[in-house]
């Protein structure tokens, strides 16, 4: 089973600035590598997939990048509606796995 | 309009079984392989189960396998997911999701609870 493992656990970002959230694979997925949203009593939504194309009507200021092993989720200047929890998740072979998550909360 | 809306969540006893439904509508639902995904309380994401669009193939997550079975009647759009033999770390909302890879498109869940 490939672990994946989220980085930080909880990040406190200011709205407008950056936030990077890392994603650390055990064995290489390639680029098979999604991000999702879920908000509070909301069901998760797909943000990137491929490690770095951007979903259906999901704005530029979400990018991701990485493969093998290594990748990132970038929040270019942070709105109000991106406090959420973020996760990642393989989907290289079987079984498919996420991360623990993120939480990106307002500092 | 795409839609995913699952149903048969509830209380059951430990040991005992539930079934889940996925409704699909809005979209061609016998061209894409699905999921169940769960989330226990306060919990992350969990991947459970995966069949492909033909049922030609299934897939389960240890925690899950030879107590759930994911299925689907693609002439009635819909999925399923058999739960027998319930315990208590099974408490979660289960999501039915489309794959084409990633996890496209949610529904918005049922919560199962397992508890005497």
């Known amino acids: 089973e490939i672990v994946m493992t989220q980085s930080p656990a909880t990040l406190s970002v200011s709205p407008g600035e950056r936030a990077t959230l890392s994603c650390r694979a055990s064995q290489s997925v390639s680029s098979n590598l999604g991000w999702y949203q879920q908000k509070p009593g909301q069901a998760p939504r797909l943000l990137i997939y491929?490690?770095?194309t951007r979903a259906t009507d999901i704005p530029a200021r979400f990018s991701g990048s990485g493969s093998g092993t290594e990748f990132t989720l970038t929040i270019s200047s942070l709105q109000s509606e991106d406090f959420a929890f973020y996760y990642c998740?393989?989907?290289?072979?079987?079984?498919?796995?996420f991360g623990q998550g993120t939480k990106v909360e307002i500092k | 309009e795409m839609q995913l809306v699952e149903s048969g969540g509830g209380l059951v006893r430990p040991g005992g079984s539930l079934r889940l439904s996925c409704a699909a509508s809005g979209f061609t639902f016998s061209s894409y392989s699905m999921n169940w995904v769960r989330q226990a309380p306060g919990k992350g994401l969990e991947w459970v189960a995966y069949i492909t669009s033909s049922s030609s193939a299934t897939y389960y997550a240890d925690s899950v396998k030879g107590r759930l079975t994911i299925s689907r009647d693609n002439a009635q759009n819909s999925l399923y997911l058999q739960m027998n033999s319930l315990r208590d770390e099974d408490t979660a909302v289960y999501y039915c999701a489309r794959s084409t890879g990633p996890l496209d498109f949610w529904g918005q869940g049922t919560l199962v609870t397992v508890s005497s």
């Open positions: 491929g490690a770095s």
């Open positions: 998740q393989h989907y290289s072979s079987w079984p498919r796995t």
